[in-house]
């Protein structure tokens, strides 16, 4: 880690996987390493640094850890509203990890590959000969 | 001042769009060119991120479209505090058509005459039948892909690729528009499709605004540029311009700039052409005082930053209870409609909207769309939208007023010191009613395309995509700055030829007008040399 302390670590871990469940074939964002993600791109940013390690902190104080799921839950419910500024940074951070992971990607439907180098094949649509009616209209434009 | 380096025919300020195509022309016809672009060059192949897993992530950071975000060394801060919409753009060879969606309409005739037509704003000193062979010639150095034979155009030459494919969601969406009876096309495209002038056809990755690393979109610096360089064009990258100097007689005498290493240099020209867009010319005048222009070069009209025009957008999205493979294609569908574009006095706002449309989002912008909760939803929410919707955006015509200003922020500067630009701009009641308007009609047709749920943003904020009117072109003198050649009143060695000159601004997107003006303007300075 180069920013989070294994305590951190550990209450991160937690969060995240309460912001994106695992269901079904998804994966849970520890399933694919969120927190290392996490620490990596905070690392960047003295502003996220200290927003996070301060953050997290905070939550650590109020015996977070040892509630029960659904307490948990509701903790963070109250946390969103009274903490926006850090919360909505955990679930940004959160969500841009989970979403550019492979496995996330192909388990959500696509192949898992980047957009480049290979593209991908779009069918060309059969609708360009409605375009005939819109022909038939004659002229919309205004000749001056 | 500085280091002095050899004087040159003509020095363009600015590599984007206008940039590019000026100095491609001005090249061919000898004349000794440079230009100065505050930016780098971007290679391709190796800059951009979209071969790699986390590529929707740079949209937050490297990728920007908001310099203010962004926040790279070749970027100025912008004061948009009193904005509802902020400027984007972006600093590079090839300009903000390194970032675009290469959408490239052509303004309409009525969009140049809108006094005579609409008793609002002015008429251009210029009109579109003037323009036409510059649109056509700009058309053959981009590369457009589109389809001839649009009702809401005069007739056009044939598009240099075929249109982009619509694929299953744009074949839901036109049937929306066909129920209605309502005009779609699908629009010009500054995209190959096929292999076209060197450059490959689209593989429909999507992301055309994260750049296209196998050069199909046709940003200036894979078009223009590599030819302008051959006929000879100079292209210094990293020169951030701090002002314009004048002579003794009034008239532009030189740049002077930091160079990469943060040397102050003093470049002499002929002529100088200001291509940095409708917030980076402004601020270039702005900050090119003397005795002879205390308020500014070439504003004896007080003209200069006023009359700032966005184009203000609505989005609208629907979604759809289909997968519609949103995802494959170029983002920018490209379909346009033009039922709303021209004026139609029975409705309570003059001039008129055109939508876009726009494939599904991709996977992380899904999830960041503010739809999406976290919790035990999430993944409900998520498959929802992936996918499944259809956007339009809606572009109003933003009429010129005088209180929609660029001027310099007293208390913001660059890395270099240069005084930065401060956006006030507030959205008239006229483009409001014409908003509003658009999302009630984008809404029908979603509606009628089988959406079952449509959702709106009546102001998208990060839209500031087109930066127009701050150095308006006409004949009067003191109700313009520069002439329908983009030559300053005031100064008639100094020329301004990107979206600034702009009277009005259409309801479409500015690039291909804004390129085909710098050619006609190219062309008068030939005519004028020989």
Known sequence: ?144 | MGIENKKVDVLVIGAGASGAAFSWKLAKSGASVMCLEQGDWINPLTDYSTSNSDWEIHRQTDFNPNPNFRSLNVDYPINDTESPIAPLMYNAVGGSTIHWSAHFPRLKPSDFRVKTLDDVADDWPISYFELEPYFDLNDKMMGVAGLIGDPAYPPKTQRQTPPVGLGKLGDKITHGFDKLGWHWWPSDSAINTLKYDGRPGCNNCGPCDLGCSIKAKSSTDVTYWPKAIKLGARLITNARVREITVDSYGKAKSAIYYDSEGNIREQYASMIVLAANGIGTPRILLNSTSTKFPEGLANSSGLVGKNLMFHPYSIVTGIFDEDLEGHKGPTPLNIMSSEFYETEHSRDFVRGYAYQVVRSSAPLATALSGHVPWGKKHHAAFKKRFNRTITFAVIGEDLPETHNKVTLDPNLSDSYGIPSPKVEYRLSDNSRKMLDHGVGTATQVMMAAGATEVTHDPLKREAGWHLMGTTKMGTDTKTSVVNKYGQSHDVDNLFVIDGSIFVTAGAVNPTSTIQALSLHIADYVISKSK
Do not use: C
Not at chain 1, 65 to 94: A, G, M, P, V, W
């Open chain 1, 1 to 144: 880690m180069k920013t989070l302390s294994k305590t951190n670590s550990d209450t991160l871990a937690v969060i995240a996987d309460l912001i994106i469940p695992r269901e079904g074939t998804l994966p849970s964002p520890t399933d694919i390493n969120i927190v290392e993600h996490i620490d990596d791109s905070i690392s960047r940013t003295p502003r996220l640094i200290r927003l996070f390690v301060e953050g997290l902190k905070d939550i650590e104080g109020k015996d977070f850890l040892i509630l029960k799921e659904k307490e948990q839950i509701d903790f963070l419910e109250k946390y969103e509203s009274s903490h926006n500024l850090f919360f909505n940074e955990l679930i940004r951070h959160t969500y841009n990890g989970y979403y550019t992971n492979p496995m996330v990607i192909k388990a959500i439907g696509m192949t898992g590959l980047p957009p480049q180098p290979t593209g991908y094949d779009l069918e060309q649509g059969e609708n360009f000969k409605l375009l005939e009616k819109v022909r038939d209209r004659g002229q919309i434009w205004r000749n001056p």
